[in-house]
């Protein structure tokens, strides 16, 4: 069971870091309350995702906000502009994607923030990596600390000394094959998590984009199958 006294809230996009994320904080044993965004992403079907792991995984609680980035788009996700297809690793290791949204993991981040202050809790957990060319300046082990920084003076929990708010990223130097295993290690139910960026109509995954190449490297180099595609 888990600790009531260790409170925790868990970011959870649906797909397999984020799981894998909170697959690990359930395993040391803190009492986890699961986040999603519906943001205006155009791969909606990973709330539907996030929801079945957030059970599976028995999170104490799982809460959906509601937010529109659409208002500024200019990503990929979030905009009328095509997901990049079929990239070589050369490719995507160079400079910052189109499919980055602007500013995600500050936003994601902020409304964790507040969650916790409501539940008195300490610790968030974020499965950001900074490694498998993600390119991503708001998954850097920098950008984290910063945060983590401001939450103890931005919180009256934290101005009060009631929580010392700490970011875990657990994730943030692994590479994709380690966190299948790592995964795998947990159980975590890979059949249920959603990767791709640009699924088609049914939610079935494209195969091509970055994320879903990145994915099948990873599945490949761990040795394992991704149930997911069964
Ligand atoms: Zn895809």
């Known amino acids: 069971m888990p600790d009531p006294n260790r409170k925790a809230v868990c ?14 904080a359930r395993r040391d044993g803190f009492d986890c309350y699961a986040l999603s965004f519906d943001y205006g992403q155009r791969h909606l079907t990973e709330i539907d995702a996030a ?3 957030a059970a599976a995984l028995e999170a104490t609680a799982h809460r ?10 200019h990503s990929a996700l979030t905009d009328d502009i095509a997901v990049p297809k079929g ?28 969650w916790a202050e409501v539940l008195e809790a300490s610790d968030i957990f974020i499965g950001v990596n900074a490694l498998d060319y993600s390119g991503y300046p708001d998954c850097r082990p920098e950008f984290i600390e910063a945060f983590e920084k401001m939450s103890n003076l931005a919180t009256r929990t934290g101005v009060e000394g009631i929580t010392r708010m700490k970011i875990h990223t657990p994730l943030i130097r692994l590479s ?55």
């Open 11 to 24: 970011l959870l996009s649906g797909g397999l870091d984020s799981a894998t994320c909170l697959a690990l």
């Open 51 to 53: 929801r079945r792991i």
């Open 64 to 73: 959906v906000a509601k937010i529109d980035l659409r208002v500024f788009g």
């Open 87 to 114: 990239r070589d690793e050369a490719s995507m290791g160079e400079g910052i994607p189109i499919t980055y949204v602007p500013a995600r993991n500050t936003i994601f981040l902020s409304f964790a923030l507040a």
């Open 176 to 230: 994709k094959a380690e966190i299948v295993r790592l995964g795998a290690d947990l159980s975590v139910p890979f059949g249920l998590t959603h990767s791709c960026y640009d699924p088609d109509e049914a939610g079935r995954p494209c195969g091509q984009c970055d994320s879903c190449l990145l994915r099948a490297k990873g599945f490949r180099e761990a040795g394992l199958v991704d149930e997911a595609l069964r």
